[in-house]
């Protein structure tokens, strides 16, 4: 069983609406993460967060630390957001924070015009 | 110089061939990353290196041989490969081992016939 889970697995959006992404996980972490890969491609970091929000452009991500959950949004999506959003962690193993990260299983996003 | 890459972009070999994947980067990180990623599934960590030693292997089979020869360069050798290693390989880098930041390539893509 993934220790990170994403929801949803799929998702189609018309250009312009807002899009949220979900992430959640099941024990203590350091830092998360949410990545950008395009078809084909390498993997871009969006953000890194170990607590509270962070706004970049139209993307803004929020992480709830007692929650154990995480989102990204999308403001005024555009066909080129089209790519899979993965959502990464940084557990706490054992003496101390360590730098593997575990990966949700993505959320492929196409945004139609 | 905030990149990291990787060539070949895409490579196709033979079970009995030997060939090489190589990573390169020149923002004074030391710690590297090999990661595999099957189609539609979340990349899975192979190796690590910190200041060019190996650090962790992941369980992979010694059909891959990972090499640090410096610490902006990263190879790793394939030998007798099988066709379900098949996949898109993905090298990240980062200040440290335990740095939070990850900056991942664009990956080569590998077909093994």
């Known amino acids: 069983k993934n220790e990170v889970e994403q929801s949803p697995q799929n998702l189609t959006a018309q250009e312009g609406e807002f899009i949220t992404i979900n992430c959640s996980y099941s024990v203590g972490i350091s830092a998360l993460h949410w990545l950008q890969q395009h078809p084909g491609g390498g993997i871009v970091s969006l953000f890194m967060?170990?607590?509270g929000k962070k706004k970049h452009g139209r993307l803004i991500a929020t992480i709830n630390i007692q929650e154990k959950h995480s989102s990204l949004h999308i403001t005024a999506s555009h066909p080129r957001d089209s790519a899979v959003y993965i959502c990464?962690?940084?557990?706490?193993?054992?003496?101390?924070?360590?730098?593997?990260?575990?990966f949700g299983t993505g959320t492929l996003l196409a945004v139609q015009p | 110089d905030t990149e990291v890459t990787q060539t070949p972009k895409h490579l196709v070999m033979g079970m009995t061939n030997k060939k090489s994947l190589k990573c390169e980067q020149h923002m004074g990180h030391r710690a590297m990353y090999w990661y595999k990623q099957k189609a539609k599934k979340p990349p899975e960590l192979m190796f690590v290196?910190?200041?060019?030693?190996?650090?962790i292997n992941e369980s992979v089979p010694s059909r891959f041989s990972p090499e640090c020869p410096n610490s902006s360069l990263l190879n790793l050798h394939l030998h007798a490969l099988q066709p379900e290693d098949s996949a898109l390989y993905l090298c990240a880098s980062s200040h440290m081992w335990t740095s939070k930041t990850q900056y991942f390539g664009p990956g080569t893509r590998l077909l093994v016939l």
């Open positions: 290196y910190s200041y060019e030693k190996l650090s």
């Open positions: 990464a962690v940084r557990f706490f193993d054992g003496g101390g924070a360590t730098n593997k990260l575990i």
């Open positions: 967060l170990s607590s």
